[in-house]
Each structure stands twice: as C-alpha cells, then as structure tokens.
C-alpha cells in the first residue's frame, strides 16, 4: 500500500482504490492505512489479470515492480490501458539491466555451477528493463506519449541483509530447490561474497526505470 498511501496523501481529494491478490498484504495496507488516519483509499482482493471495476474509468493507474511476473503480461497491459479515461496515465516501474548486479549475477551462476539449478527464465520473456524495451511493450496500446525516467537507487547494506533479501524475493524459489543443500550453497556463496568485501558491505543496487504512458 505504499504508492496508495503516498498518493492519498498527496491528493487527499482523490478516490484511491488498492488491489492485490494477496490478502495478507492488503492487510498490511489497511493496517497502515488505519494507521495514517487515512480515509480516501478502499482495498480490493482482485487478481489484476481478472480485474472487475464494472466499466469504471480511471485518471491514473499504477504498478510497481509488477509487470513482468504476469504470465500475460502483454495482456495484463494492454487491459489495464483500456480502464484509463482519455487522457489517463499508466505508470509503472521496473529494474534495469544494471539493478541487483553483480550479486545476483554470481548468485545465479554459482547456483548452476555448483548445484545445477538453472534460472527458469524465458529467453523470450521481455522483463523491461531497457528503454527498447519499454517503448516496443508500450507500443501495444495506442499512447499519446510516453515518458521513460532513469532513477539511480542504491544505498550500503550488510551481506547478511543482502542473504535475507534473496531468502524473501523471487529468488526464494530457487533456494528451496536446494533441498539439504541450502546450508552448503548459503556457506559457499557467502564465504564468496565476504573474499569480495572484507568489511562485509556490498552497494545495493536498485536502478530503475518509471515509465508513464498517457493514453
């Protein structure tokens, strides 16, 4: 609930609707909601593949960070561009090709060098994270413009923390798959990691893009 409570915040005239399809983190956000006091946002439990507004128009819809896990993400887009008013705006971010690196890169590797854990990605799955990206997904919908910014995220953080982030993101999956082996790989690739940075500090990375098709 993050974005929606900032936004409600900000624009404290404006109807805010959230949807998630988990209602473990729409409780989290009414939570945080109650918490601010604030009072022009309602939650929904939807799936966004299958969302049922009955024909409601919006000004602004957003996604952060989210596009690129939808199995039909090109759907997904161009269903959500078709719930905006003309002249409504769709903004979403995601990461670029320099976001998690080279952490996740040795990550990656060492899970398939050391315990044959391959990563499940499509070659043909466009996670967005150039600008010829971008702007070829976004030309599945007829926009009027479409604005791509840069933003440079990255901040100091222990390789612990860096360990207990893997253990909570996408990249859990691919943890349980080590079976036994978790505590040898977790050993190894940490072992690794602290060889590279004595003080036992990496720069966290998290550049990205906000892209924002008006329609």
């Known amino acids: 609930g993050n974005i929606a409570i900032e936004l409600a915040k900000k624009f404290p005239k404006a109807t805010i609707y959230g949807v998630d399809i988990s209602s473990k983190m729409l409780k989290y956000a009414e939570e945080k909601t109650a918490k601010g006091n604030i009072t022009n946002i309602t939650y929904y439990l939807q799936d966004v593949e299958k969302l049922d507004f ?4 919006f000004d602004v819809i957003t996604c952060g960070y989210g596009l690129f896990f939808y199995p039909q993400m090109e759907q ?31 990550f ?12 499940p990605l499509r070659e043909d ?20 413009n479409l604005q791509i910014h840069p933003i440079d995220i990255r901040f100091a953080m222990s390789i ?56």
């Open 76 to 106: 997904v887009f161009c269903d959500v561009c078709s719930k905006l008013k003309t002249g409504g705006k769709f903004v979403f971010s995601t990461w670029t090709t320099n976001a998690f690196q080279p952490y996740s890169k040795i």
């Open 54 to 57: 009955d024909g409601m128009q």
């Open 108 to 119: 990656l590797e060492m899970l398939e060098s050391n315990h044959n854990i391959k990563s």
């Open 125 to 144: 799955k466009k996670r967005l994270i150039t600008t010829e990206e971008i702007e070829e997904f976004s030309s599945l919908v007829a926009y009027q």
């Open 160 to 215: 612990d923390e860096w360990w207990k982030l893997l253990n909570s993101t996408g990249y859990q999956g691919r943890l349980n798959q080590l079976g036994q082996n978790y505590r040898k790989f977790e050993q190894e690739y940490l072992e690794h990691l602290h060889s590279l940075h004595n003080d036992g500090n990496i720069e966290f990375n998290a550049d990205s893009f906000v892209s924002i098709v008006s329609v």
